[in-house]
């Protein structure tokens, strides 16, 4: 069973940067689209963006492109999310996700992943 693990997770001001990873047990992810969710309490987890299993592919949502970069490195089995800029409005609980499908464009729904890492809270101050 693939186990992913996201850390970097924390508490900054307004305007300030995080770094998230997340640390995937196997190398069969290597082979497979990845995403970062996220959600607040009392609300439907949503898409944050998602990369393809080579990298030549990504997705944002609207709010944060331009702010907010993923990448992976499948050599570490590790995907990251660069987060610039933060805001108030983008504090919430990450959590990463895997698919199972090999080579399969990345997908924007919470649906289509099968694997899922526990989350890390992030947390802006304003």
């Known amino acids: 069973q693939v186990q992913l693990v996201e850390s970097g997770g924390g508490l900054v001001q307004a305007g300030g940067s995080l770094r998230l990873s997340c640390a995937a047990s196997?190398?069969?992810?290597?082979?497979?689209?990845m995403g970062w969710f996220r959600q607040i309490p009392g609300k439907e987890r949503e898409f944050v963006a998602a990369i393809n299993w080579n990298a030549s592919k990504t997705y944002y949502r609207d709010s944060v492109k331009g702010r907010f970069t993923i990448s992976r490195d499948n050599a570490k089995n590790t995907m990251y999310l660069q987060m610039n800029n933060l805001k108030p409005e983008d504090s919430a609980v990450y959590y990463c996700?895997?698919?199972?499908?090999?080579?399969?464009?990345?997908?924007?729904?919470?649906?289509?992943?099968?694997?899922w890492g526990p989350g890390t809270q992030v947390t802006v101050s304003s």
């Open positions: 996700a895997g698919d199972r499908r090999f080579y399969m464009p990345p997908a924007l729904g919470a649906a289509s992943y099968a694997y």
């Open positions: 196997e190398r069969t992810l290597s082979n497979s689209a």
